[in-house]
């Protein structure tokens, strides 16, 4: 594998250990990492490998028991709560398997959300862009309840890209789809990490969606199992 | 995050709060129309007592004393030229007709009233119709006496015709406490009768209508200028409108007080039904805070977004409970007419909806503190793992938030009651309590944790009921604590009004004297003795009793003491329960009754020297805790003026009195072979059969009409009256706390509903019947009344043990039935409030709940 100068999340030796039963569990065991900018790196694994564990942790959601996760150069690991969000707020996207949308927030207002708390003075133009980019452009005023999984899904995916995050981190982003959603999903969220140039992290138990990553991390057990660079799919071929 | 974002985040995160509104509003509402009730009701009669008070002083100025204002008075001299005086004397006595009544009568002389109306019968100033030889009388005297307009009554023993009917008067509140009807009559018919012998009961005021020069504002100075010019005005109290009626503006005071407490405890009890609220919609809340924070939201953003949506709530929840109580308030004249004048209500009182506002939202923000605290400890990789772990708690935090809450309930307790002292004890009683009850209902859930169900006798809903109960996360500990509350303060009252009455109705021991003849002539004392044998009175005892005034003690003269005690007392910023310096005046320049005799009666008992020791000195026995307002000791002198000659007694005893045996007793009771030669009157107390005391007045009435029966038995059951309808009108405002915690017993009932109906299809589906899983509810619900009636009703006891034999110093009586009915109606008051929020759950056909799974 190529070193990566000047990587945009560096891992180094991270370890998360969780109580469990009066016991330790190891989740993640010594994973060193590091991802460029705008790359599209797969991380893969079977229930209970760990993927989520590590995309919390590149997020700051989640404290490392010990190791370094470093973001453009800065470590994260022992910024406060305010300093992890305020790092969220102007550098990470998410998208989740469980799409994560605010049930009292319309569509539109979701996708808004980010932006206001960054104080973004085009966030209605740019709502209405991404709105547009993802197909719902006429459904902005409805509220989740209203929306099918899918279109909930094309919202987070317009969210997630709306305040245009250097790093976005999508949880199993098809996991609760159907296949002919899972691929629109998918063609939506790769064009627009095209188009935005954002480093993007996806987690998935599914080779077939991992296929279409630049790279590949397997997980296993808490550890890195390998690593691999193969011929990319397109969405299109993927889940047919 | 600018104020914009903050407010339109605000705004639509309230979206999915609507749901949980109807709650909140109910449990708030309920305190806040209390505390709107009693403030706007004290605040009413205040303003209605300040702005009626020229009306019911009839004067701009006053002038009370047992001597007459001297007639030579010179106004003009006293720099209040043009102002105009009226002298009442104020007594009460007995008229006679076909048989007799107690009335008070007021003797005028000049114009009356100078403010307000007093309505009459003929419509014609008073003063015309008063004459030598005729009275006015008040309308329950004709009905009492079976008299009309026109008919003779006798009054002191002189007839008087009834020239006309007062119908109401300025200075008599509806409310307010009397012996009897009014009789007004003239100077020149007061003449005529035997009534104003040496040593009789007379009030004398002076009213003074100032001229029209004098302002509002210079007032005062008016009532400096008048106690200039009086000579002795030690023995005489002057007010103003503006202070006037002081012991009707001191009850409205403690009544607002008291009450006010009483309020803010149901409001209190509403509060942990918001806690409840806000804890179950935070609950729902959480996987939307955690989105929240991971877009970036910090937990100091969060936390105010929470609190401000707490607060509106708190806001709609205390309007409604303003509207609630303002139509309380105007209820309240109509339910309680015996205790609240009508005619001094004023409904409009913004400070009391303010009061109630701020209130509100206080206790809404404040009882919410702790739910949101919880809001900064929501970990952001809930959102992608639920079972993530909460983020640490700050130790600071916890006990930030509890000291918070502590010092905010202090706050209002003391804002509530303007006292710095009753407060604190409030904020200390009700957090002991809160604490104790909580206690209580977890240690009987973790017994009942603990019992083995399983072998229980019983059907099945029954261990069903119980295992509800030690449920853990049930909501049940905040319900028990809530309705014990309740049960407490409405218990906790009743148990001290019904012993105070019961204390009224049965202090009178059995060979009490029934009644007491005032005011008898020593020449009237035999035919007065040979009426009561005649009626068959079985026990009549009779002293002398002599009218004085102290002028020196320790030779100090008795004005420079008294100016020293009202220096004192005016000095006074708090009111204390004892108005030790007020009792002190009042002592040193009332007239004083001595009496004489050789030995104490029974039960007199000697706590300090030896009775009629000192054969080289006049001697006087003075009862302890008036030697004590008076500031006296054993050897103290005491100068007296003995309607003008003087007299001085050595103290050489002290002695307790136990006046509840109703006996004849004196602070002061000189030696023997002292006063035996002064002018004097008799009093006298006996016991009469019963029914005998309307002949033996109507009697003394005809022969002695001087002499006044006042009948013991009848005073008590006016006073018992008058604190039946007090007891009556506080158990009312208790019930606000029992309705706050039947409003969070339903609360925590809906809270869990979905989960209760998931238990009713289960069951349904595993074969029981509705009325079976109505029945397991109704042991759960049972169980809670039961127990928080129970814990109530202890600490409702402990309570009013304490207010009774420490506040009252009356022997503590249990009283069973009260605390059974307390009981009974807590358990009946739960299960009803618990079926009847679950009625929907029980509905429900099991497939319904079973599908949407």
Known sequence: ?240 | MSPRFFWNTLIRESRGARGRLAFFVACLSVGVAAVVAVAGMSASLDEGVRSEARQLLAADLAIEGRRPVPPGLDLAKAGLAGAQRTDLKEMVTVVLAKTSQVVELRVVQGEYPFYGNLELRPRRPLSELLGPESVVVGSELLSNLGLRQGDTLRVGGAPFRIAGVVLSEPDRVSVSFTIGPRVFMSAAGLARTQLEGRGSRVGHRTLIKLPPSFSAEQLATAKERLEKALADSTFYRIETYKEAQPALRNSIDRVDRFLGLVALLSLFVGGIGVAQSVRAWLASRLDAIAVLKCLGMRPREIFPLYLGQTALLGLAGSLVGIVLGSAVQLALPSLFPDLIPAELVRPWQPTALLRGLGLGVGVAVLFSLPSLSTVLRVPPARVLRRDAEPLPSHRWATAATLIVLGTGIWAMATAQSRSLDLGSRFTAGVVLVTAVLAGAALLISWMVRRLPRESLPGRVWMRHGLAALARPGAGTVSAIVALGLGVLVVLGMSLVERRLSNQLATAIPPDAPSAFLIDIQPAQWQGVHEILRRQGASRVDSVPVIMARVSAIDGRAVEQLAAQAEARRKKQEEEKPEDREGARRWALTREQRLTYMKELPADNRIVEGKLWSDPKRAEVSVEKEFADDLGLKLGSKIRFDVQGVPLELTVTSLRTVDWQTFGINFFLVVEPGVLEKAPQLRLAATRLPRGSEQKVQDALAAAYPNVTLIRVREVLEKISGVLARIGVGIRFLGGFTVLAGIAILGGAVSAGSARRGREVALLKTLGMTRPGVAGAFAVEYALIGLVAGLIGAAGATVLAYMVVTRGFELPWELQAWPVAVALGGAVLLAVGAGLAASARALERRPIEVLRAE
């Open chain 1, 1 to 240: 594998m190529d070193q990566i100068t000047n990587p945009r999340i560096d891992i180094q030796s991270l370890t998360r250990r969780l109580p469990s039963g009066g016991r330790e569990l190891t989740i993640l065991d010594r994973i060193d990492l590091a991802i460029g900018p705008g790359e599209f790196v797969a991380v893969l694994g079977p229930s209970g490998s760990g993927k989520s564990t590590l995309l919390a942790l590149m997020a700051g959601l989640d404290r490392p028991t010990s190791g370094e996760i470093r973001i453009d150069g800065e470590p994260i690991q022992d910024l406060s709560e305010d300093g992890l969000a305020l790092l969220r707020r102007r550098k990470i996207g998410f998208v989740f398997q469980s799409f994560q949308l605010l049930g009292n927030l319309t569509a539109r207002e979701n996708v808004l959300l980010p932006m206001e708390l960054l104080g973004l003075s085009d966030a209605p133009a740019r709502a209405t862009e991404l709105l547009a980019a993802v197909g719902l452009q006429d459904r902005g005023h409805h509220y989740p309840s209203q929306l099918s999984g899918g279109e909930q899904q094309r919202v987070a995916l317009a969210r997630a890209f709306a305040t245009r995050p250097a790093i976005l981190l999508a949880d199993e982003p098809t996991g609760n789809l159907d296949g002919a959603t899972g691929r629109k999903i998918l063609e939506i969220l790769t064009g627009l990490w095209r188009s935005e140039g954002t480093t993007l992290v996806l987690v998935t138990h599914d080779p077939a969606v991992a296929a279409l990553a630049d790279r590949r991390i397997h997980l296993l057990d808490g550890r890195i199992e390998k690593e691999e660079t193969a011929a990319k799919l397109q969405p299109a071929e993927v889940l047919s």
